[in-house]
Nanobody, 121 residues
């Protein structure tokens, strides 16, 4: 089992930046990623990274604005969010997988509890 704990969410204005973090209870050798869920909508993929960190993958809606990274020595993953938009408002969930590629919720074995990100216009 792997426990994932997110932190760093909050309320910001449009155009601002925010970084959310995910701390894992132990080292994971599979992919890790971020999903988000807005009220009344399904959970959607945001970004993911393989264990080596050499292959990031982003949803089209965040490409060029968000950057995913991980520090395997600290068992921690980050999502740097720049140029935030009101439509980025959602609960952001950390995800970990036993496989390297994460693209959809069915790829995920472990979830964090989520952290709220709210972007005001």
């Amino acid at each position: 089992q792997v426990q994932l704990v997110e932190s760093g969410g909050g309320l910001v204005q449009a155009g601002a930046s925010l970084r959310v973090s995910c701390a894992a209870s132990r080292r994971t050798f599979g992919g890790m990623g971020w999903f988000r869920q807005a009220p009344g909508k399904e959970r959607e993929f945001v970004a993911s990274l393989t264990w080596s960190g050499n292959t990031p993958y982003y949803a089209t809606s965040v490409k060029g604005r968000f950057t995913i990274s991980r520090d395997n020595a600290k068992n921690t993953m980050y999502l740097q969010m720049n140029s935030l938009k009101p439509e980025d408002t959602a609960v952001y969930y950390c995800a970990a997988s036993l496989r390297q590629a994460i693209r959809v919720t069915s790829d995920v074995q472990y979830w964090g509890q989520g952290t709220q990100v709210t972007v005001s216009s």
